[in-house]
């Protein structure tokens, strides 16, 4: 597969996954096509060697292994974790709201969005629904393709320092969705309820309660004179995801007799701290099952802890040119120049002198260049999963990720090569 084939198909990925639910089931998908088995929580586990399974906890994180015939006390884990969420508007539980003569759709911000970036966008909804059938509750996942919600911008003849000053938004009355035009006449004006009922084939009366994303409706693109950049939504972090899951689901991986995991959590971008965030316990009940399932005792799973090792993956921050002051001079990270580790002194980042070694190591036998990243020491860094992880399980880490542009906004973008160099060094990992 070239490169290019390779940001096509993580393309595809995303425009699958416009929330993290779908995001998780979509790995689930790719699993299942690779031989994977589903274990839920609930049961009792009977793991196998050379096998390979997936677990999912309240659907949007995900934790998929190998199960390797090496002796696990003395390999240990091979992890990379990246996580399933991104920062943006999510729907009220009541959210219709007629202001003048329009309907409107409450929203609360998730995370850290740059919220300009959701004006003028063709938006719609994606998440999942829980609703009773028959005296039994179920859940379903929702994704509406046609744009039908709207941010529309305030003209620069009414906002005339918009260009000097940025645009600054009400979260509370600036925020809601325009969605129709109130009809007087028509009484009963469908409302968001009406809507996921009738996708879903029930009556709005049996729908409980909902979680739902507002999703922008455009593909992504490869783009660039010579194809070298890609754009799209979400790619902070699910570019993350595509890369460890292709590593996890290649030949290589799935021929080493060691055990490979990639575990992809929900919530990392309002703090971690849930029962299915990083900073939850699901990646160490799943560890501490698959070594009780395989009968490895309280002793030999502290050594295979210790003798573990994870790879954090989230994006960087890439050099824009046009906004030189923004980066550490002698620390810019550039578009297509390879995978990028991220070290901060106060373990913002986990990333310290004998995990970036191993990094390094693993980048020049995967024959991939690499770059090292320090933020401005005079404004604060953003963080991520990989020390929260680490502190929980003890296991060593490092924190990398493919340089990328305009995080946080809803049309992100990277470089075609990246992704190629960062799923070939994590391919070197899983094999
Ligand atoms: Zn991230």
Redesign the pocket.
């Known amino acids: 597969m070239s490169a290019q084939q390779h940001a096509e198909a993580l393309l595809d990925y995303i425009d699958a996954s416009p929330s993290p639910w779908h995001a998780a089931q979509t790995t689930a998908n790719a699993l299942n096509n690779n031989g994977f088995e589903e274990l839920l929580e609930g049961d009792n586990w009977t793991l196998k060697p050379q096998r390979r399974y997936y677990v999912k906890r309240d659907d949007s994180s995900i934790i998929a292994f190998t199960v390797g015939s090496n002796e696990l006390a003395q390999e240990g884990f091979r992890l990379i974790g990246a996580?399933t969420d991104s920062p943006g508007l999510r729907v009220k539980p009541k959210p219709d709201t007629q202001q003048g003569a329009f309907s409107r759709v409450g929203v609360e911000v998730y995370g850290g969005p740059i919220l300009a970036t959701f004006t003028d966008r063709d938006l719609s909804l994606a998440g999942r629904v829980h609703f009773q059938q028959n005296g039994k509750l179920r859940s379903a996942l929702v994704h509406f393709e046609k744009p039908f919600l709207r941010l529309p911008n305030l003209a620069i003849h009414m906002n005339a320092k918009v260009n000097t000053d940025g645009l600054k938004l009400n979260k509370q009355t600036e925020l809601p969705l325009l969605i129709a035009v109130a009809n007087e006449q028509l009484k009963n004006q469908p409302k968001i309820i009406d809507l996921l009922a009738t996708e879903l084939g029930i009556k709005p009366d049996d729908i409980s309660a909902w979680e739902l994303h507002a999703c922008d409706t455009q593909a992504g693109a490869i783009y660039g004179l010579n194809n070298e950049f890609y754009a799209n939504s979400q790619l902070?972090?699910l570019a993350s995801c595509h890369a460890g899951l292709s590593a996890l689901v290649s030949d290589a991986s799935l021929n080493a007799n060691q055990f490979n995991v990639c575990a992809f959590f929900d919530h990392?971008e309002i703090g971690s701290n849930s029962h299915k965030g990083a900073d939850g316990s699901f990646l160490a009940d799943v560890l501490e099952r698959i070594a009780g399932s395989l009968s490895i005792s309280t002793e030999n799973y502290k050594r295979a802890l210790s003798n573990s090792f994870m790879i954090s993956a989230?994006?960087a921050h890439a050099y824009q040119p046009n906004f030189p002051n923004a980066y550490e001079p002698d620390h810019k990270v550039l578009v297509n120049h390879g995978p990028v580790i991220k070290v901060n002194a106060n373990i913002r980042y986990a990333s310290n002198s004998a995990s970036q070694a191993r990094f390094i190591q693993l980048c020049e036998q995967a024959g991939v260049p690499y770059q090292q990243y320090s933020h401005r020491t005079d404004i604060g860094c953003g963080s991520?999963i990989g020390p929260m992880t680490s502190a929980q399980l003890g296991i060593n880490t490092v924190d990398v990720g493919s340089p990328m542009w305009a995080m946080h906004s809803i049309r992100e973008s990277a470089g075609v090569i990246d992704h190629e160099y960062i799923t070939r060094v994590f391919t070197q990992f899983f094999s």
């Open positions: 996580h902070d972090n990392e989230d994006m991520t």
